[in-house]
């Protein structure tokens, strides 16, 4: 397409002229960019077609066509063009209206011009145009309601999500509308694709989408009966960061299937065991677990009993010889699906306990491990097995008893390969503390039973972290390590190191303790050990191993190297204290 292929007499309707302007329009409104186009000339040849797109309004064969192109002009931010785009919809709210009242050709595009004025638009303009859009509310409505699966909903929904920022009427309908859409397109692509754009509309540049989308995710987990509220907060938190628009449509979807097999469930999960993420409730056996407590409820309800939704929960840990009042909050602390952390660390408890009964009790009071599905079965094994073994080196993990979104329950794959590596050379030891005290006396308890024959060879210290801090407990006081504990208390810390072979690394799962001056250099700077650690928000993604041996005393050394899902791996090194960190 040549520059000069775009002109067009003033005033007077070219289709042909005038679709060519337009595919240059949507070229520059999906990429960003004119091609090779001079920026300059090309708006001005916009502007010198403006007076045919404004006759063709006033034609019969053209308007649809017009409206369209204008609607496109409208997403163009350019000083002339938007002006002018306005100036027309503005002027021709009489002819728009007609058209839409008589539910002619064009009309959804008609509606969408109206909806770029009243948002875009100058002052007064915006005040016509949302009158017009108010008259058409239950038009767009009807539009929206069967436009499932159609080329036409994504407009629709458009509209819909611009409406309910109007008033408490207008969301009153946006409400009803939205929640019988999603209700009633089960067995189709259209509440997909609706989870799907409240999902991209939810973390939207422009905040009146933004808020629109929320609105409208809220506003279907209410109709469900939901607390809307706190389950979006918790889609927000998880990972640490605004991930609002991944759990949404997943979220939603399962909502809508779980439901509809068996209605009011949802509900249930979510008010009495606290369920948010509902998508990791859909496998057989899940469903299975939340049928069975559900008929549970509705038998106490229906009975006059109080009900405790973990009663058998707590009896099959009673059995086992453990305390559930101590178990319970610990997995609230430490996954953010309670009942997904109950399962799961039953089982592994179970399989435990099939093994050797009394394990389970055993690794809770020896090493303080509640969260047992967050390690591999042959793993808490081994240390039970090798518990009196003070031939092999050893080297440790502390973990920590607060994880407020579950990451650390993600690093199973890495202990299982890292116990698979070093089996037969290294025993491995998992602790789970709450505070520095808890460390401190994990350490001497570590020295005590094997420091006469050998010091630690290696430390992964995991917790939710900052640059200067680590998180290990929910105590604002006494549950985080920082670097100030290190400076002030350099003599607990300085006892720390002795327990541990001078070349032991040290390897922080803990988000951005890796940067400059952060925990891991300040750990390397008192404690002279090699650390390394992340630079940004992640997890691990590898762990890898190499053990080698000295010759002479066959003394066996361990080195590791972590790399992590996003960002560089920092490691700073005992033996240059002071020179560049190693990437």
């Known amino acids: 397409m040549n520059e000069e292929d775009l002109g067009a007499p003033e005033n007077k309707v070219n289709h042909e002229q005038i679709t060519k302007i337009a595919e240059a329009m949507q070229v520059y409104n999906l990429t960003g960019n004119f091609y090779s186009f001079d920026k300059k000339k090309f708006i001005g040849q916009i502007l010198s077609n403006i007076g045919g797109l404004k006759q063709g309004l006033k034609d019969e064969g053209y308007f649809t066509t017009s409206i369209h192109y ?116 089960t067995q189709n ?69 779980l439901n509809a097999q068996i209605p009011g469930i949802v509900k249930f999960a979510n008010r009495q065991l606290g369920v948010s993420f509902f998508d990791e409730h859909t496998d057989k056996f899940s469903v299975a677990d939340l049928t069975s407590r559900y008929d549970e409820y509705l038998n106490c309800i229906n009975s006059g009993e109080a009900y405790d939704p973990w009663k ?47 394990l389970a009790q055993f690794l809770n009071y020896e090493f303080g491990i509640s969260n047992f599905s967050r390690y591999p079965v042959e793993l808490l094994k081994r240390m039970f097995e090798e518990y009196e073994n003070t031939e092999l080196p050893y080297g440790i993990a502390l973990y920590p008893k607060t994880d407020h979104n579950g990451a650390f329950y993600q690093n199973w794959e890495i202990l299982n390969h890292l116990n698979k590596d070093i089996k037969g050379n290294f025993a491995f030891r998992i602790f789970e503390v709450g505070s520095e005290y808890k460390i401190l006396k994990a350490l001497k308890k570590l020295n005590f039973l094997y420091g006469k024959r050998h010091k630690i060879s290696f430390a992964i210290v995991a917790g939710h972290g900052l640059k200067g801090s680590i998180q290990f407990g929910k105590n604002p006081k006494h549950g985080f390590i920082t670097i100030e504990d290190l400076l002030q208390r350099k003599r607990r810390f300085l006892m720390a190191k002795t327990m541990f072979e001078n070349d032991a690394p040290v390897v922080f799962i803990s988000c951005n303790t890796g940067l400059e001056e952060g925990l891991a250099e300040n750990t390397t700077t008192l404690m002279l050990l090699d650390t390394h650690a992340p630079e940004e928000t992640t997890n691990i993604k590898l762990l890898q191993t190499l053990i080698f041996e000295e010759r002479g005393n066959r003394k066996k050394h361990i080195r590791l190297s972590p790399l992590f899902q996003k960002g560089a791996t920092i490691s700073y090194s005992a033996k240059n204290i002071g020179n560049e960190k190693i990437i």
């Open 189 to 257: 692509t259209g509440s997909r694709e609706l989870a799907q754009k409240l999902a991209n509309m939810t973390i939207s540049e422009n905040p009146q989408d933004s808020y629109a989308g929320q609105l409208m995710t809220k506003i279907i987990l209410e109709r469900y009966g939901l607390n809307a509220k706190a389950v979006i907060a918790s889609w927000k938190a998880r990972n640490g960061q605004n991930n609002l628009d991944k759990y949404v449509e997943p979220n939603l979807l399962a909502i809508l299937n």
């Open 312 to 358: 058998k929960d707590k009896e099959a840990l009673k059995k086992f010889g453990l305390d559930p009042a101590m178990l319970i909050p610990a997995w609230y602390d430490s996954y953010p699906e309670i009942l997904i952390a109950i399962r799961t660390n039953i089982k592994i408890i179970t399989d435990l306990e099939s093994y050797k009964p009394g």
């Open 70 to 185: 204008l609607c496109e002009l409208a997403k163009i931010k350019e000083k002339g063009i938007s002006e002018q785009t306005f100036a027309i919809i503005a002027s021709n709210l009489g002819i728009i209206d007609n058209r839409i009242n008589q539910d002619k050709p064009g009309t959804l595009d008609a509606l969408i011009a109206i909806k770029y004025l009243a948002n875009l638009g100058n002052p007064n303009q915006q005040g016509e145009a949302v009158k017009m859009l108010k008259k058409y509310r239950e038009k767009i409505f009807e539009g929206f309601a069967s436009s499932g699966g159609t080329y036409g909903f994504y407009k629709y929904l458009e509209l819909v999500s611009f409406l309910c920022l109007f008033g408490p009427r207008e969301r009153n309908l946006v409400a009803d509308s939205v929640f019988d859409f999603f209700q009633s397109n």
